[in-house]
């Protein structure tokens, strides 16, 4: 089993808060999972996830920057050999606009 650990999440949601979209950090924060698994395989690779959100009758698009991070512990005692552990931290996110 595959788990992935978000090691700055605060400000990840500090960010979301400033643009006033706090209430997708949830959602941002499956995709962000959901991404790994498939996107990032390299230690301090960098991946973006796009989302899309409703705010003021309108639809916009904020991109968050993330970094897979190198895991420095070592196997817990007893932790089957089918369970990983990804470490990502947050970097940036920024908002698209529309041209």
């Known amino acids: 089993m595959l788990y992935v650990e978000l090691v700055n999440r605060s400000y990840l949601e500090s960010e ?4 006033g ?3 997708i950090v949830e959602v941002v924060i499956e995709r962000l999972r959901d991404e790994v698994i498939h996107l990032a395989s390299n230690v301090y690779e960098q991946f973006i996830i796009d989302t899309k959100v ?3 009758n309108v639809f916009k698009t904020f991109t968050a920057t993330f ?3 190198e895991s420095e512990d070592p196997p817990e005692v007893g932790s089957s050999e089918d369970e ?16």
């Open 16 to 19: 979301l808060e400033r643009y």
């Open 21 to 23: 979209v706090i209430e």
């Open 54 to 56: 409703f705010v003021g």
């Open 67 to 69: 970094a897979m991070l």
């Open 84 to 99: 990983f552990f990804k470490y990502v931290e947050f970097i940036s996110l920024y908002e698209l606009e529309k041209e």
